[in-house]
């Protein structure tokens, strides 16, 4: 059994070591092919860059792995590092993806446009069994509390068909002794999500920004409300599918109204 680990905080970032231990002590092999870069905000964008027809791979270690994981740095967004890797693009489909373990929440509405999200979306979308992490500081003090949580929530996922459902799961930055416990929680209305901005050609003055709604004091019982009061929260996303609960009119032939 084979588990992928990306991120959209790019190669560099220790949230990766964080699911590759957990995906390890689950009994999975571990592949990190995680961005070159940082790619927050990228939601499921299939961005890449190339050379001669063939993306920019290249071997290179993300800091502690466990032993025996393979580490991977791509020229690419997570949902394409995802997407490729479910045809074969680093040797054998993955039976699971984890993304993550992001620095800052991915919660409410605005998952929509994290990158975090957007790979364990397309993973799921190609039948990828998929849980995204994410911890509720930039630069997180207290990754053993995202690491006992994804832990749990991974050992849920491994039992459970989920269709075409992806976990999300958020972590306070707290000791593991002082978090509340686990909730389910369904999305704010609109929530919090990172985003990369660089000047074309100058990565130097690329910029993180963060958005953020009011929720957290408005929405208590949402996901947003929930982390801030020192709970970890975990909310079943449903990838692209067809509504037809409501029926759309239909046309036969060239009858529209002139």
């Given at each position: 059994?084979?588990a ?5 905080d790019?190669?560099d970032?220790p949230?990766?070591?964080?699911l590759?231990?957990?995906a390890?002590?689950e ?12 790619s927050s ?6 961005h890449g860059?190339e050379?001669?027809?063939r993306?920019?791979?290249?071997e ?8 025996g ?13 995802a997407?490729?890797?479910?045809y074969?693009?680093?040797?054998p489909?993955p ?5 993550g ?10 998952v ?7 790979a ?7 039948g990828i ?13 207290h990754?053993?509390t ?5 832990a749990?929530a ?12 992806t976990l999300n799961?958020n972590?306070?930055?707290?000791p593991?002794?002082?978090?509340r416990?686990l909730?389910?929680a369904p999305l704010?209305?609109?929530?919090a ?17 963060s ?19 020192g709970?970890?929260?975990a909310?079943l996303?449903?990838?692209p599918y067809?509504?037809t609960?409501v029926?759309?009119p239909t ?6 109204d002139?």
């Amino acid at each position: 059994m084979l588990a992928l680990v990306t991120n959209d905080d790019g190669i560099d970032s220790p949230g990766l070591a964080v699911l590759a231990r957990v995906a390890r002590k689950e009994g999975f092999d571990v592949l990190v092919a995680a961005p070159d870069q940082e790619s927050s905000g990228a939601s499921a964008a299939l961005h890449g860059a190339e050379r001669d027809g063939r993306l920019l791979v290249n071997e290179r270690d993300a800091p502690g792995l466990p032993d025996g994981a393979r580490s991977l740095a791509v020229a690419a967004d997570p949902a394409l590092i995802a997407f490729v890797a479910a045809y074969g693009g680093f040797g054998p489909k993955p039976d699971l993806l984890l993304s993550g373990a992001n620095r800052g929440p991915n919660v409410g509405n605005a998952v929509l446009h994290s990158g975090t999200v957007g790979a364990a979306f397309t993973a799921t979308a190609l039948g990828i069994p998929s849980l995204a992490v994410s911890v509720d500081a930039e630069n997180p003090a207290h990754w053993e509390t995202a690491e006992r949580v994804a832990a749990h929530a991974l050992g849920w996922v491994a039992r459970t068909p989920l269709g075409r459902r992806t976990l999300n799961v958020n972590v306070p930055d707290i000791p593991f002794e002082e978090l509340r416990g686990l909730r389910q929680a369904p999305l704010a209305s609109f929530g919090a999500v990172h985003a990369r901005i660089a000047a074309p050609g100058d990565d130097d003055t690329a910029l993180v920004l963060s958005y953020e709604g009011t929720e957290r004091s408005t929405e208590p019982e949402s996901d947003a409300g929930l982390l801030a009061r020192g709970w970890a929260t975990a909310t079943l996303l449903l990838a692209p599918y067809a509504d037809t609960s409501v029926e759309v009119p239909t046309l036969e032939g060239n009858t529209l109204d002139r």
